[in-house]
């Protein structure tokens, strides 16, 4: 067993924590950070471009975004943009695609209409797409099986040209590899250490992981669902509860859309519509998904976390009763038990295409499967004291030099926005200077609204 010591320990190598890894040792005078992962390799889990969308998120095309949350989720998604172009990431951990969100049916396309309209304001770039525009642009999305047009009105706004999609495992990667070349900096990463304990003893964290023991001064937990359960065992937030949702994926046998195409958003359900992507691991070919499963378990595909859960969970009377509001409503318990029969053999594919026909009329089941070792689960939080369910991300600050951060979607295009929130805390906890200046000219971009910059 060996004692190290650091300024700041970063613990969970997504892409979170090696985002707060970069920042720490580009943009402060911090002399020592540590990065300890539980696995042998970075981004792992819900990181991996497996486990995701791969795509991040600027709020352009998210009818589940307000205006005032799109302009802050653009902010950071701008980040990563521009930190791939500063290393000259294109085409390797960066790529553009063209992206759209369609409208179907009278309701849909009036939302469209209107939504463009607001947020052409804050996205000069925003295209308004006719049905003949789309037989051109995807043509996938107009024409049945036979080549008629479906029957629907449909419209749709998007982009072309625009920087949609990232490789967020490549992005950790290049995280890693730049903080590594810094000079006259402590920079150390531990692989295969799973952190079993944190404790607070005086003014630092001893940290006992499964091959060694640590010391810091600050300590940011960036791991997932278990950061929750992590701050649970030093008696931290304790008013949250996770409720871990697995998201799969159907992959088609070929290219069959040209771009990220997105559906408008039931305002009832807490998860995103079902969209379909170019898949840049698999050639480009259309991942479509994903869906929303429940899962008991803190990570998929990997053995065990069933316990972790239901310590996470922490039922109680309150969770019962966030449970039975969400369920009363009958478009949520139909779209849970709905999402549920997608997981099931035989039944599940015949069931899914239902909803894939929405954005690709001719699709059949000879042209998609299951994808098998696809998708992630994204920690949910249960807000206790509000008696509701969160959306996006969670942060607990305990103001005592520990951070945990929980960081569902968008978490992967919010990194870099994060990790710089998470990096003023701690130079102020800890007394160092945070080249706020270097930051902005690297990674800020100024954005407008009516042409008054926010």
Do not use: W
Not at 38 to 48: C, F, I, R
Not at 255 to 273: C, D, E, T, W
Not at 364 to 379: C, L, N
Request: proline share 3%.
């Amino acid at each position: 067993m060996t004692q190290n010591h650091y300024n700041v320990i970063v613990i969970g190598g997504g892409v979170s924590g090696a985002a707060l890894f970069y920042e720490l040792g580009r943009y402060t005078d911090i002399k020592n950070i540590c990065l300890l992962e539980k696995y042998g390799s970075l981004a792992s889990l819900n990181s991996n471009g497996s486990a995701n969308s791969q795509t991040i998120h600027c709020g352009d095309i998210e009818t589940n975004y307000t205006l005032e949350k799109a302009a802050k989720v653009k902010r950071t998604a701008k980040m990563v943009e521009k930190y791939c172009l500063q290393y000259g990431y294109e085409n390797k951990v960066i790529f553009s695609h063209q992206k759209m969100a369609l409208g179907v049916g009278y309701e849909e396309v009036d939302y469209i209409k209107n939504r463009y309209k607001e947020f052409k304001s804050l996205y000069p770039y925003l295209e308004f797409y006719t049905k003949e525009q789309l037989a051109e642009i995807e043509p996938a999305v107009i024409f049945d099986k036979d080549g008629k047009e479906r029957p629907e009105d449909i419209v749709g706004m998007g982009a072309q040209g625009e920087y949609t999609t990232v490789d967020f495992k490549a992005l950790s990667d290049t995280f890693i590899d730049n903080t590594l070349k810094i000079k006259d900096k402590v920079t150390d990463i531990f692989f295969n250490n799973e952190v079993k304990n944190i404790q607070k003893i005086g003014s630092t964290y001893h940290i006992e992981t499964t091959m060694s023991q640590f010391t810091a001064d600050f300590v940011v937990v960036d791991a997932g669902a278990h950061s929750l359960y992590l701050a649970h065992r030093m008696g931290h937030g304790l008013d949250f509860g996770c409720l871990p949702m697995a998201g799969s994926f159907y992959m088609a046998n070929r290219k069959i859309l040209n771009g990220k195409v997105y559906m408008v958003q039931n305002p009832k359900l807490p998860f995103a519509a079902l969209h379909g992507d170019p898949d840049i691991l698999v050639n480009g070919f259309t991942r479509f998904g994903p869906t929303a499963l429940m899962l008991p378990k803190l990570e998929r595909f990997k053995p065990g976390t069933y316990i972790d859960f239901f310590k996470t969970l922490r039922l109680d009377s309150t969770v019962i009763k966030i449970f039975y509001d969400l369920f009363k409503d009958s478009d949520i318990r139909n779209y849970v038990l709905k999402n549920f029969m997608f997981e099931v053999p035989f039944i599940n594919k015949k069931l899914f295409l239902q909803d894939a026909r929405k954005i690709v009329p001719s699709l059949s089941e000879e042209d998609i499967s299951y994808a098998k070792g696809f998708g992630g689960v994204r920690p949910q939080i249960l807000d206790k004291k509000n008696k509701k369910l969160m959306l996006g991300e969670a942060s607990i600050n305990t103001g005592e030099g520990i951070i945990f951060n929980m960081t569902p979607s968008p978490g992967a295009t919010s990194c870099l926005g994060n990790a710089v929130r998470d990096v003023e805390s701690i130079c102020k906890y800890l007394g160092f200077t945070f080249n706020e200046k270097l930051f902005n000219d690297e990674l800020v971009e100024e954005q407008t609204i009516h042409g008054d910059e926010v």
